[in-house]
């Protein structure tokens, strides 16, 4: 049961770093810095202060930096990659009780490639929008990512059942 809850919480978190990098990333921080949320070995670090105050300014700044005009496109194509990287890192976070041999392949192939695919179709949802409305559309689309991104890690800490539900129905 613990492991169906970690690989729960793991993709919940993956699907929360396709809207929004560092958000994820932050809360996940302060859940393991006070001590809420267990890290599995070798992502102790993400509980850190350093990385709790660095998470934080990331978050700021990447909140910020997409309700610039045209910026945004810039950082959808620079974030793809990244959010592949950061999924699977959040879900081998999240499998406290797996073997490493098991662990990371899981974590690349789910964690990557959910962020992968939810940052994909958002980016591409963006373009739409852009397209259609001339870019004037984009502050509310990117308050909207980032509400998914904090709704979605909210709910992968709370209620892990939920967050897999609502990732699979993003997927779908």
């Not at 496109?73 to 959010?83: K, V, W």
Request: aromatic share 6%.
């Amino acid at each position: 049961m613990e492991t169906a809850l970690s690989l729960m919480l793991g993709l919940g978190l993956a699907a929360a770093v396709g809207f929004r990098i560092f958000v994820p990333f932050l809360m996940v921080s302060l859940a393991a810095h006070t001590g809420h949320l267990d890290l599995s070995d070798g992502q102790a670090w993400i509980g850190t202060l350093p990385a709790l105050i660095m998470f934080a300014a990331a978050t700021l700044a990447e909140i910020a930096a997409y309700h610039l005009p045209w910026f945004d496109h810039l950082l959808d194509i620079l974030s793809g990659p990244a959010a592949v990287v950061c999924g699977a890192i959040l879900m081998a976070s999240a499998a406290v009780d797996m073997e490493p041999l098991v662990k990371w392949p899981v974590a690349i192939i789910a964690g990557g490639g959910t962020a992968g695919l939810i940052r994909g179709a958002s980016a591409g949802l963006r373009v739409g929008s852009t397209a259609l409305t001339g870019g004037f559309a984009n502050p509310g689309f990117t308050a909207v990512e980032t509400g998914g991104s904090l709704t979605l890690t909210l709910l992968a800490l709370l209620v892990p059942v939920a967050a897999l539900v609502l990732t699979a129905l993003l997927l779908i």
